[in-house]
């Protein structure tokens, strides 16, 4: 698991929680921005010192509706939404780079007012120029730094304080480690905690503790704004007092009671056909004939989140075993004697299967 690093001897910085849902009820907020964040980027700004804001996704928004029909723009080939690239003048798939127009119009509809729900760092970057007009505004993301070179030029830049307000993605975490950082912050904390994916409370409390780290300097105490709509998640506590030990305690005993790694030996097989229905067949025979041999060990078939990628249908099993070696071997063997007979049947020949052990 992750084990805070912190260079030289800077101060911890002090971390505040901004509820957004008081937020939006009391209506001090503006834009994307809460009041408490307009005012320390104002001060930031004003003794000359840098401003870091942080928001995990790239793009503009992550994607577009209508609200009259309903309609989202989403990609043909994986079941999530098309994101809004402004900066391209296009929307684009993140998971199979399908590239579309932004239409002007709804295309089931004619709707003329589309609407772009959610932002990513683009929106946050046209936003910020606009309400510091005089501020010089860059963003670090895999569109801007999509080369080891313009990575390079960025962070340079920076350095050398050509820039006062850098938006970007977890891209921010590596490499900035520069002392005029007086304030980091973290636009939407909730697009971090609700991963779908066992790590999702390991992963949220590295990267907030990461994000937030930028802002410790030697001399001087840096602060951060952490804005979010869970401010009682005990990931974003345990961030906010840097209670390490206690994320960790929790996080163990969870992951004891849930026998998840490192307490347990753990399985992930993910089958993939361009058919639902075959896809469906294959896992649930699969699973079925694991589970004649290995009993309650295996859970699934089950659906992921993700459903269909690059035209493929998803369906994943996993088995979570003792970590004991003549068990985990047994296993293993006939994870792969039944994937062959799988490949054997007619109906399931044509059907990936992916075995991956220990996947965290
Ligand atoms: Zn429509
Ligand atoms: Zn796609």
């Excluded at 860059?138 to 050398?160: G, P, Q, V, Y």
């Excluded at 050509?162 to 520069?178: R, Y």
């Excluded at 390490?244 to 307490?263: L, Q, T």
């Excluded at 753990?266 to 229905?277: G, P, R, S, V």
Aim: proline fraction near 4%.
């Amino acid at each position: 698991m992750y084990m805070p690093d912190r260079h030289g001897e800077s101060i911890l910085p002090k971390i505040n929680i901004v509820d957004l849902r008081t937020e939006y009820r009391d209506k001090r907020f503006k834009g994307l921005f809460s009041q408490e964040l307009i005012i320390a980027i104002e001060d930031a700004l004003s003794n000359k010192e840098q401003v870091l804001l942080f928001q995990n996704r790239r793009g503009y928004a992550p994607t577009i509706n209508c609200n009259i029909c309903g309609w989202q723009a989403d990609c043909t080939n994986c079941d999530v939404h098309l994101t809004v690239h402004k900066a391209f003048h296009e929307l684009r798939c993140h998971y199979c780079g399908t590239r579309a127009r932004i239409p002007a119009q709804c295309p089931a509809c004619g709707n003329h007012d589309l609407f772009e729900q959610g932002f990513g760092t683009e929106k946050i970057e046209e936003n910020i120029k606009e309400m510091f007009p005089t501020a010089l505004v860059a963003r670090l993301d895999m569109d801007t730094a999509k080369t080891k070179l313009a990575f390079e030029n960025i962070l340079h830049d920076f350095e050398e304080k050509k820039i006062d307000i850098l938006v970007g993605t977890q891209m921010i975490t590596k490499g900035l480690d520069f002392d005029n950082i007086a304030l980091v912050g973290v636009l939407n904390a909730d697009a971090i905690l609700r991963y779908p994916d066992l790590r999702a409370n390991e992963r949220a409390f590295q990267l907030l503790t990461q994000v937030s780290g930028r802002a410790g300097r030697r001399a001087k105490q840096g602060q951060v704004i952490i804005q979010t709509y869970s401010p009682e998640h005990p990931v974003i506590i345990e961030t906010m007092h840097h209670l390490y030990n206690r994320f960790f305690e929790r996080e163990s005993a969870e992951r004891k009671a849930f026998r998840y790694p490192p307490y347990f030996r753990m399985i992930q097989i993910e089958l993939l056909h361009k058919n639902a229905a075959t896809c469906a067949h294959a896992a649930a025979t699969y699973a079925d004939q694991i589970r004649k041999l290995i009993g309650n060990r295996i859970l699934g078939p089950a659906i992921p989140s993700i459903a269909r990628i690059r035209g493929q249908y998803i369906q994943t099993i996993t088995i979570k075993m003792e970590k004991d070696t003549k068990i985990v071997s047994k296993v293993k063997k006939i994870i792969m004697e039944e994937r062959d007979k799988l490949r054997n049947m007619p109906a399931c020949k044509t059907v990936r299967v992916n075995v991956d052990v220990d996947p965290y």
